[in-house]
């Protein structure tokens, strides 16, 4: 039976994966560069500059420009942790089914055998 002590890295799942392919050096696949560096811009272009003003967006671009592998990575890291977040409502109804489906099927199967022994 499943609970929620065996099932709490499905809430940083998200995050785990993200930061993974933002850890990744160059990797192409299919003619494509598609981890490392090109992900954790990509992050920063098609998630927080749309969210961000225009000046503060450019002092961005400006910052991460001139950062180190190391600063990308911790920049990818938050952007990663805020996209966690906001999947967890989503995670935890999934995990919350999982218990309940688990549970079903250990129950269902208890009393298989309670009725084959009768």
């Known amino acids: 039976m499943l609970t929620w002590f065996r099932l709490w890295p499905l ?5 785990v994966l993200l930061m993974l392919g933002c850890s990744m050096p160059w990797l192409e696949l ?15 272009n098609h998630i927080v500059l749309p969210l961000t003003p225009a000046e503060q967006g450019a002092q961005l671009v400006n910052w991460f420009t001139a950062a180190t592998p190391l600063q990308e990575w ?3 890291l938050l952007i990663s942790l805020n996209l966690n ?5 989503l995670l ?5 089914a999982l218990i309940i489906v688990s549970g079903w099927y250990v129950r269902t199967e208890l009393e298989h055998k309670r009725k084959a022994v009768r």
């Open 30 to 44: 299919r003619g494509h560069i598609v981890a490392g560096a090109l992900l954790r811009q990509g992050l920063l």
């Open 11 to 15: 809430l940083l799942l998200p995050t």
């Open 74 to 76: 911790l920049l990818a």
């Open 85 to 89: 977040a906001l999947l967890l409502p």
């Open 92 to 96: 935890y109804a999934l995990g919350h």
